[in-house]
């Protein structure tokens, strides 16, 4: 392995760690581990892990992987700042061996990269296209300069085209590319382009801000939680809101949408079948026995006419759901029949007839748009559930029969019908089940997975829903937000359409000890925590009252957790959600999503933390 110096600035400069693989196999695992001169440290990363260990550097492969062919070499490259003198490593360990520090037999750099131009602009980002250089051996990669000459994005490969996110509305950026070879020579920087980003970002126009904010109801949530339609409204929830999914349509065995089928799966009493009282009724008029439309959805239609600027999309999977998806996409015709079931069903409102509610266009007007949410294409979710390698591209085929479809009944009525998507963190869950770039194509925006990220299946205590990684942290398999937006960045997505998840509900542990901080983070636990409708998982509303237990914080990670001595919960209280949404928009991302609105308490504490700080200038 070497290390080369790439650009300084005043208080800064990039460097790159390259393995060189001169064996005959792949190396699939790889550890570096190195030192800096005093006055020196990495302050970012990219395309690997980092962990600190007093003052050693520890770089792991990222967690989609990254095996370094045979004859091959993968690089790292990294920020970092200094206080003057050296900054090259002082010492270098890989697999514990010495590193070389010696450079291949390569001492020419590749050319210049030409015709950089600005090709999409956002109000938080600029995508930037280049024509590809040349190297006597290889080009490995290219860096994307800002105008002081730090690198603010770094890839790897052939690729020659990339969004830089994070930036700042109606404010006017320079960049430069660069490419690099193996042997960590540079080119020159192609000549620069000057963009001005857009005054606002694209969001949507109606409703209490630019950024989205989206809500998801669940079906189930009016029985033990007790969470209305009308709780939506009472609690200031949906004035706030701009979009509401409702959870879940239901996809059967032979690949179309339905109600209730006769082995009792589905619940279509909950969602047009009950009948709500004056007092639990979001206009404050009872249901008679006569109507066609009652229970959620028509509290869903008295919802929107009371907040015009509401949408509300149906979302179709989730966790049980999704197991006759991969099935329901495998062919053409079963795409097509698919599509068309959910559509004639939820947005022309054609319901079967069940204890006298349903019939023709009984939930007209009731749904403005799709929420696909498979979990997961390509890869394993609720062992119920059917996947297959080839969901990959089947999803992208999914969602362009649900676009087409959509697009001609828009033709046809006159009305526009969003389609939008769940999509996982787990960036091997991104690489094996989405082809991003094609995705975005037909998306209006999609929703990524900020929690669940650890939980009472594993047996130590972790955060859920952390932004940035967490040092040291025990695993097995590590996550963190800004992974995750940076492998769908990376994969040709721009920030602004894409939505951060966040949760509603904590993940609880007991027989907890305290651990050398006395906190209880990292600490191997007995079991899941009591919980109200299952173990090691509760509401905010219930967790925010808790006795006897210290509220701790990692405010750069925007987490937050409740310990008492045994029990450990990590939740997001408000202050929790103000710290996410700043990290949001310093991303440039569109907005923020929340599961699931009835796990907020009855003022809509969370929801409105989240719409104040998105007003935040």
């Known amino acids: 392995m070497i290390y080369t110096e790439g650009q300084t600035w005043e208080t800064g400069y990039s460097g790159q760690l390259t393995i060189n693989n001169d064996g005959d196999a792949a190396l699939t695992d790889w550890t570096i581990e190195f030192t800096l001169p005093d006055g020196a440290e990495v302050t970012s990363l990219w395309n690997a892990e980092l962990q600190t260990s007093g003052g050693t550097y520890i770089v792991t492969p990222p967690s989609w992987g990254a095996d370094v062919p045979a004859g091959g070499s993968y690089g790292i490259g990294f920020n970092g700042s200094f206080s003057g003198g050296e900054t090259a490593p002082v010492t270098c360990l890989i697999n514990d061996a010495p590193c070389s520090g010696e450079a291949p037999d390569d001492t020419e750099a590749p050319t210049a990269p030409t015709a950089l131009t600005a090709t999409a602009t956002t109000a938080t980002s600029i995508t930037l296209d280049w024509d590809a250089a040349t190297d006597n051996v290889a080009v490995a990669g290219y860096e994307i300069l800002d105008g002081t000459g730090e690198v603010v994005r770094a890839l790897v490969g052939d690729t020659t085209s990339a969004t830089v996110g994070g930036l700042s509305p109606d404010t006017e950026y320079t960049h430069t590319v660069r490419a690099y070879d193996a042997a960590g020579n540079r080119s020159a920087a192609s000549a620069a382009v000057t963009t001005r980003t857009e005054t606002d970002n694209g969001g949507d126009p109606s409703g209490p801000g630019d950024d989205r904010r989206v809500g998801y109801f669940t079906q189930w949530g009016i029985y033990a939680r007790d969470y209305l339609v009308k709780d939506v409204d009472t609690s200031g929830t949906a004035e706030k809101l701009t979009h509401i999914n409702y959870a879940f349509a239901n996809v059967s065995a032979d690949g179309q949408c339905f109600m209730a089928n006769q082995t009792g799966e589905g619940d279509a009493y909950a969602d047009y079948g009950r009948s709500?009282?004056?007092?639990?009724?979001?206009?404050?008029?009872?249901?008679?026995?006569?109507?066609?439309?009652?229970?959620?959805?028509?509290?869903?239609?008295?919802?929107?006419?009371?907040?015009?600027?509401?949408?509300?999309?149906?979302?179709?999977?989730?966790?049980?759901?999704?197991?006759?998806?991969?099935?329901?996409?495998?062919?053409?015709?079963?795409?097509?029949?698919?599509?068309?079931?959910?559509?004639?069903?939820?947005?022309?409102?054609?319901?079967?007839?069940?204890?006298?509610?349903?019939?023709?266009?009984?939930?007209?007007?009731?749904?403005?748009?799709?929420?696909?949410?498979?979990?997961?294409?390509?890869?394993?979710?609720?062992?119920?559930?059917?996947?297959?390698?080839?969901?990959?591209?089947?999803?992208?085929?999914?969602?362009?029969?649900?676009?087409?479809?959509?697009?001609?009944?828009?033709?046809?009525?006159?009305?526009?019908?969003?389609?939008?998507?769940?999509?996982?963190?787990?960036?091997?869950?991104?690489?094996?089940?989405?082809?991003?770039?094609?995705?975005?194509?037909?998306f209006d925006f999609i929703t990524l997975q900020g929690y669940d990220f650890h939980g009472a299946w594993e047996d130590t205590t972790n955060h859920q829903s952390n932004l940035t990684p967490i040092p040291n942290d025990p695993g097995p398999r590590t996550y963190s937000m800004q992974e995750t937006v940076q492998a769908y960045v990376d994969r040709g997505a721009d920030p602004a359409d894409m939505v951060m998840g966040v949760p509603f509900y904590s993940r609880g542990w007991t027989g907890v000890p305290a651990g050398p901080d006395g906190d209880g983070l990292h600490q191997s636990a007995t079991g899941a925590a009591s919980g109200p409708y299952e173990d090691g998982i509760d509401d905010y509303k219930n967790i925010k009252d808790l006795s006897g237990y210290t509220l701790y914080r990692d405010e750069a990670a925007g987490t937050a957790w409740l310990y008492d001595g045994t029990t450990f919960w990590t939740y997001d209280d408000p202050t929790a959600m103000e710290q996410k949404v700043a990290w949001a928009k310093q991303q440039g991302l569109g907005g923020i999503m929340a599961w699931s609105l009835d796990g907020d308490d009855a003022q809509g504490s969370l929801i409105t933390a989240i719409d104040a700080a998105l007003e935040q200038p």
């Not at 004056?278 to 109507?291: C, H, K, L, M």
């Not at 949408?311 to 759901?321: A, D, E, K, M, N």
């Not at 087409?404 to 006159?414: H, M, N, P, S, V």
């Open 276 to 442: 709500f009282s004056a007092a639990d009724s979001v206009d404050g008029t009872a249901d008679s026995w006569s109507q066609d439309l009652r229970g959620n959805f028509n509290q869903l239609r008295e919802l929107k006419e009371k907040h015009p600027h509401l949408r509300v999309h149906i979302s179709i999977g989730g966790w049980t759901w999704s197991k006759n998806l991969s099935d329901a996409a495998l062919t053409q015709d079963s795409r097509e029949q698919m599509v068309s079931s959910c559509i004639d069903m939820y947005l022309r409102g054609n319901l079967p007839v069940i204890d006298g509610a349903g019939g023709t266009g009984a939930a007209a007007g009731v749904f403005d748009g799709i929420d696909l949410d498979w979990e997961w294409p390509g890869s394993a979710g609720h062992p119920d559930n059917t996947y297959r390698p080839e969901d990959k591209e089947n999803f992208t085929a999914l969602v362009q029969e649900f676009r087409d479809q959509l697009d001609a009944l828009a033709t046809e009525t006159g009305q526009d019908y969003q389609l939008t998507s769940f999509m996982a963190a787990d960036p091997e869950k991104i690489e094996a089940g989405y082809e991003v770039a094609a995705l975005m194509e037909d």
